[in-house]
Every structure is written in C-alpha cells, then in structure tokens.
C-alpha cells in the first residue's frame, strides 16, 4: 500500500485553527469503496453468504465448494444463482455475471478534509 498526505494549517490566533489536509492511498489490490457502495440494493437481506441479484434481492444460492476433480469455473454456484436471479425478475435485464450484485471496490482513495479547530 502507498500513501501520502499534504496538510496546510492556518492560525489567526492563539485559539483557533483552520485545516485542509488532502490524501491519497493506493494498494494492489482492490479494497476501498467505491461510488457504488458495498451494500447491496435493497440493503441487507440477512443472508449475507447467498450471491445477489443486481436488482436486489437474495438468489437463495451461496458459494459452493467444488469437489475434487471437477473443473472449476460455474461449479460455485454461481451459475444457479445467475438463474434464479433471471427466473425472479431480479436481474435487471442482464445476463450472465450482469445478474448478479458486486461490491463496488477500488484500488485507490482521495480524501479531502477541513477542519476547524477551537480552544475554549
């Protein structure tokens, strides 16, 4: 992971404080949110472990473990769940992977911060 921060501070007096900081963070790997949010439409269906539909709503089918000596690819249950998502209505008139909800994910954040800060 990298960062890096740049702050200007500005006193006018003894008791007050004016803050503009800006950072950046950047990883590998995709683990900041993004604009699309981490909750799924419709907020929390209480079945977090299940696949869901684009369009909201739980597809009744989570990860399943591939056995031993079957290819894997659509053995996870994704393929049973991009169905069911299609077969409620769920889908948003995608197909495939479309069907299905994913968290919004990114490998870099900005920030901007201001701040004031008082002395009593």
């Not at 079957?70 to 994704?78: D, E, H, N, V």
């Not at 169905?83 to 992977?97: E, H, K, P």
């Not at 968290?103 to 900005?110: G, H, I, K, S």
Request: contains cysteine.
């Amino acid at each position: 992971m990298h960062d890096g921060t740049v702050t200007f501070d500005y006193m006018p007096s003894q008791f007050i404080t004016f803050r503009l900081e800006e950072s950046y963070r950047y990883s590998d790997v995709p683990y900041w949110t993004g604009h699309g949010g981490i909750t799924p439409p419709g907020g929390n269906n209480g079945n977090p472990a299940d696949y869901q539909c684009a369009a909201g709503g739980d597809s009744g089918v989570g990860y399943v473990p591939t056995p031993a000596g079957i290819a894997l690819g659509y053995a996870t249950g994704q393929a049973q769940a991009i169905s069911n998502c299609v077969g409620l209505g769920l889908n948003n008139g995608a197909g495939g992977l479309k069907a299905l909800w994913w968290p919004d994910l990114r490998t870099d954040q900005t920030a901007t911060i201001l701040a004031i800060m008082v002395q009593f």
